[in-house]
């Protein structure tokens, strides 16, 4: 196709309004009818009308320099005539009376594209009665699906929507977007245990701050976190039983109890030192009380433990969105707490929703056992805190999708606990692969910087719309469990603690981005770190100017690179090795990259906002052979990985 003939044809609106000819638009058009009618369909299907309708243009109007939208309408229907797709036809054709209805009725646009979007939930094949909806489900749909059109009606930028709409990026929680609720959150929950020692209180507020995060919620370094609880509940039994024993035995009158109540509550391990006691001990009878009260304050408190553990973990195994992770706290009492944790986990394996991330430091192997057990029954997120970009224990915290914290422009302060992901926009790379692979690879760059700008543009608006809420709007979340929240007054606004938060960048499809450009597998993996190094760059930029953290990452959700996909074939057909299967692929797939930890090593520090990868093992793997895969993993200086089990070998 001649395409200079698209470049100068204008395209005139209903308003009288003159816009340039958009290709993408019209493939757009073309899925939503077809989407409209069918649950699945031949893609080549689509992207047929679609390429005969750009040929009918090109060859009726290569004189004419303008074009009505109504025509290229009525284009569209004929081609489905002619094509025999007689039911997408009607469909097209009774939207587009529909919309002219409601233009008519409603003069302002914004409120006809807020009825337009209510339609669309009217005609939502996911409500009909086969799906089995229940009630609070229908609400929460209904519900969810307003404040979206409400949103791309009245307060996102038109030109973030057609990007959006038009495949190039995706606009994530768009039914969250006025609510200003945060996308993921590392929760600093020491305030809660040291306000309240109880692990009830603990998972109350778990369940109601997710009225407030839309994503994972997060429980951090929980192997610390319960040290004081576990020191408080040993002292308090050890108190009981002391007080107890004596009575018993005869020997209270003629000890100084105070003395050694005080004694106890000094105590920070769970282990009986005779010599801090030697003063008030002067009998053998004595001396087997003490110790007998001290095993017996451990044995209550591990039993409490495990209790109290196993009720949190199945209470948030119902729910969506929760994780714990765990593993580096190697004191003796850190080997208590992380004994009983993965006790109870191996209680409930497999688990629902509830994601294991374990922290793995090199030459620790006291755990691996009972870790390569719960690997077996179920996904588990690794990541090794010895990896040569985290510069300390504190600095690097995951998610269970691979998604982590990591720098913050705005402080010092290395911890990433008690810091958030505030909000997330991905990036359609395979589209500009597509488009450029016949071009000179610097009109590819030159998009890029566009669509980045685009991106970074959307994110700040995110931004300003969460940053713009107070404390009072927020019952939960910003009580000493958030990073500098101490310096939020009741009514200020929390932009002041959020811009210590990510903004993420989503990278989909570039494996086959530089599919599109190259077949050789020498070169693959040089374009694949030229790319990301230009992204990169460009963030490094979007931070000195705005002062806030921009970060890249690989989305895992399905949805965006299935999104992707369909809009690109129906618009690129379908291309071997990029546009065949059903949704984009991970990078780390990529032929050159999939078996060398070298080379993902590489990809995941360049994944500053994080990059998952995948490893299947077989169901009947040894505790050795998991063993050896850790190590090698550690070797090759790799960040985390998500490990699955497969069939048996």
């Known amino acids: ?43 080549k299907e689509v992207n047929k009308v679609y390429e005969d309708v750009l040929k009918y243009i090109e060859t009726n109007y290569v004189n004419r320099k303008t074009i009505n939208v109504e025509d290229i309408q009525d284009i569209i229907e004929n081609k489905l005539k002619e094509e025999k797709h007689y039911k997408v036809y009607k469909a097209f054709s009774e939207y587009r009376q529909k919309r002219a209805a409601s233009r008519q009725v409603f003069k302002v646009k914004q409120q006809s594209k807020f009825i337009k979007a209510m339609e669309k939930i009217a005609e939502d094949n996911a409500l009909r009665s086969e799906n089995n909806y229940k009630p609070k489900d229908l609400l929460n749909h209904y519900g969810k699906n307003i404040v979206k059109g409400f949103s791309k009606s009245y307060l996102i930028d038109n030109k973030y929507l057609r990007a959006h709409d038009e495949g190039n990026i995706y606009l994530h929680d768009m039914e969250l977007f006025p609510l200003g609720v ?139 969105s929760y994780s714990i992770s765990f593993g580096t706290n190697f004191s003796i009492l850190g080997e208590f707490i992380n004994s009983i944790i993965l006790e109870s986990l191996k209680k409930l394996i497999p688990l629902k929703n509830l994601k294991i991330i374990f922290k793995i430091k090199k030459n620790q192997t006291k755990y691996l056992s009972s870790i390569s057990e719960i690997i077996k029954n179920g996904e588990i997120l690794i990541t090794f805190i010895d990896n040569s970009f985290n510069k300390d224990n504190l600095e690097v915290e995951y998610f269970a999708d691979g998604t982590r914290l990591f720098e913050n422009i705005n402080t010092n302060n290395r911890e990433s606990v008690g810091r958030m992901i505030v909000a997330r926009t991905s990036l359609n790379l395979t589209r500009l692969g597509l488009k450029y692979r016949n071009s000179n690879i610097k009109e590819f760059y030159g998009e890029l910087t566009e669509n980045l700008e685009l991106v970074k543009n959307n994110l700040l608006l995110s931004f300003e719309t969460i940053g713009n809420k107070t404390k009072v709007n927020y019952q939960i979340l910003f009580n000493n469990n958030i990073l500098d929240d101490e310096k939020l007054e009741e009514g200020n606004k929390i932009r002041k603690v959020i811009k210590n938060g990510v903004l993420l960048i989503g990278i989909v499809g570039l494996k086959e ?41 690989e989305p895992v959700e399905t949805m965006v690179r299935k999104e992707f996909m369909a809009l690109d074939k129906a618009i690129y057909g379908i291309n071997k090795n990029i546009t065949e299967d059903s949704k984009y692929d991970l990078i780390s797939n990529l032929s050159i990259i999939k078996e060398d930890y070298k080379k993902q090593s590489i990809l995941q520090k360049l994944f500053i906002g994080g990059n998952l990868l995948e490893i299947n093992i077989p169901a009947n793997s040894s505790e050795k052979r998991i063993v050896n895969l850790l190590e090698n993993l550690i070797d090759s200086d790799i960040g985390s990985i998500k490990i699955k089990v497969g069939k048996k070998d």
């Open 1 to 43: 196709m001649k395409k200079d003939i698209f470049e100068e044809l204008i395209v005139v609106k209903r308003s009288g309004q003159r816009v340039s000819f958009n290709n993408y638009k019209i493939a757009v058009a073309i899925k939503q009818a077809f989407d409209h009618v069918y649950g699945t369909y031949n893609e």
């Open 182 to 320: 945060l996308s993921s959150v590392h929760l600093n929950l020491k305030n809660i245990l040291e306000t309240d020692n109880s692990l009830n209180n603990l998972l109350w507020y778990l369940l109601k701050v997710k009225d407030e995060i839309n994503g994972e919620i997060n429980i951090p370094a929980l192997d610390f976190l319960l040290e004081n609880w576990v020191v408080n509940n040993y002292r308090n039994y050890f108190h009981e039983y002391i007080i107890k024993y004596l009575k018993i035995t005869g020997f209270y009158e003629y000890v100084n109890i105070k003395k050694i109540l005080d004694q106890i509550n000094k105590e920070k391990i769970l282990e009986f030192d005779l010599a801090k006691y030697q003063n008030y001990i002067f009998s053998k009878q004595v001396e087997d009380i003490f110790k007998k009260c001290s095993e017996d304050a451990i044995a209550k408190t591990k039993e409490d433990l495990l209790l109290n553990l196993t009720n949190v973990f199945q209470s948030l195994d119902e729910e969506q």
């Open 513 to 553: 981005c530089v599919l599109s450009f190259t077949d050789d597998i020498n070169k693959q993996f040089k374009l694949v770190t030229e790319i990301l190094e230009f992204i990169n760059k460009k963030c490094r930029e979007f931070e000195n100017d705005t002062k806030l953290n921009f970060q890249i990452y």
